[in-house]
């Protein structure tokens, strides 16, 4: 190893999630930046990662990879290299990820101001659902706040999930499952109010009060109920709950 996470350059490694080997064709601890050529199914990948990323993802097996040379593969590499690298600075070096269940987030235009417009979906119909989004709301408003965004609202969408079929029917058939998606609720925030927030004294579930409320019907209401009824709701969230 070439210092504390970066392996030597060639090392072989295996991905833990599916074990599939690849070789490090670039370890730089300057810029915290490691690749990997992955060859999987014929299709040559560069994949780029921190070292904490690496740590994480890769096991470093015994031995380097076999010594090849091939000019046309190294300069096709090193053009998907800078590529990549410059994806994943642009998308990575500030630390910050949309959560997986952020479905899409855009701007529009609203009544001629523009918007940052996020759509968050619910675990499910519960309390700890509900606890979950309103953790990730603030995450999301403050990364629009340090990138200076300059759009003058914005509003969170949340939905949810609700499934049916399954089984079999009276005659023994079995019946097709299904997903339908509705809205559970939408809260505005005003930016300028969020530039006001004092972030080290606010807590996740206290950010709630702030935006205003769009109720959408017995889903939504269903799950912020039960959120409201524990007594963390009711002394962090009181205002929000009051519109449920």
Same mark, same amino acid.
């Given at each position: 190893?070439?210092?504390?996470?970066?392996?030597?350059?060639?090392?072989?490694?295996?991905?833990?999630?599916?074990?599939?080997?690849?070789?490090?064709?670039?370890?730089?601890?300057?810029?915290?930046?490691?690749?990997?050529?992955?060859?999987?199914?014929?299709?040559?990948?560069?994949?780029?990662?921190?070292?904490?990323?690496?740590?994480?993802?890769?096991?470093?097996?015994?031995?380097?990879?076999?010594?090849?040379?091939?000019?046309?593969?190294?300069?096709?590499?090193?053009?998907?290299?800078?590529?990549?690298?410059?994806?994943?600075?642009?998308?990575?070096?500030?630390?910050?990820?949309?959560?997986?269940?952020?479905?899409?987030?855009?701007?529009?235009?609203?009544?001629?101001?523009?918007?940052?417009?996020?759509?968050?979906?619910?675990?499910?119909?519960?309390?700890?659902?509900?606890?979950?989004?309103?953790?990730?709301?603030?995450?999301?408003?403050?990364?629009?706040?340090?990138?200076?965004?300059?759009?003058?609202?914005?509003?969170?969408?949340?939905?949810? @999930?609700?499934? /049916? *079929?399954? !089984?079999?029917?009276?005659? $023994?058939?079995?019946?097709?499952?299904? #997903?339908?998606?509705? +809205? %559970?609720?939408?809260?505005?925030?005003?930016?300028?109010?969020?530039?006001?927030?004092?972030? @080290?004294?606010? /807590? *996740?579930? !206290?950010?709630?009060?702030? $935006?205003?409320?769009?109720?959408?019907? #017995?889903?939504?209401? +269903? %799950?912020?109920?039960?959120?409201?009824?524990?007594?963390?709701?009711?002394?962090?969230?009181? @205002?929000?709950?009051?519109?449920?």
């Amino acid at each position: 190893m070439t210092s504390t996470g970066f392996p030597e350059k060639g090392r072989q490694v295996k991905r833990k999630a599916d074990g599939l080997t690849g070789e490090v064709c670039e370890s730089d601890p300057s810029r915290d930046v490691v690749a990997v050529h992955l060859s999987a199914r014929g299709a040559h990948k560069i994949i780029v990662c921190s070292s904490e990323e690496f740590v994480r993802d890769w096991d470093v097996t015994v031995g380097t990879a076999p010594k090849r040379i091939n000019y046309k593969q190294a300069i096709i590499a090193s053009v998907i290299l800078g590529i990549c690298f410059f994806i994943w600075l642009k998308s990575c070096v500030g630390g910050f990820t949309y959560p997986s269940d952020v479905l899409d987030h855009k701007i529009s235009v609203v009544n001629g101001s523009t918007e940052f417009d996020v759509t968050i979906k619910l675990e499910g119909w519960n309390a700890g659902s509900v606890y979950h989004v309103a953790g990730e709301i603030p995450d999301v408003v403050k990364h629009e706040l340090e990138e200076g965004s300059q759009e003058q609202s914005i509003l969170f969408r949340i939905v949810g @999930d609700v499934h /049916s *079929g399954g !089984g079999n029917d009276d005659y $023994g058939n079995p019946m097709p499952e299904s #997903s339908t998606t509705f +809205n %559970a609720f939408n809260i505005r925030y005003s930016m300028d109010d969020m530039k006001k927030v004092n972030w @080290d004294h606010m /807590s *996740g579930i !206290g950010l709630l009060n702030l $935006g205003s409320v769009t109720r959408f019907g #017995s889903y939504g209401d +269903n %799950a912020v109920q039960s959120y409201c009824e524990k007594s963390l709701a009711q002394t962090y969230s009181h @205002d929000f709950c009051a519109n449920f």
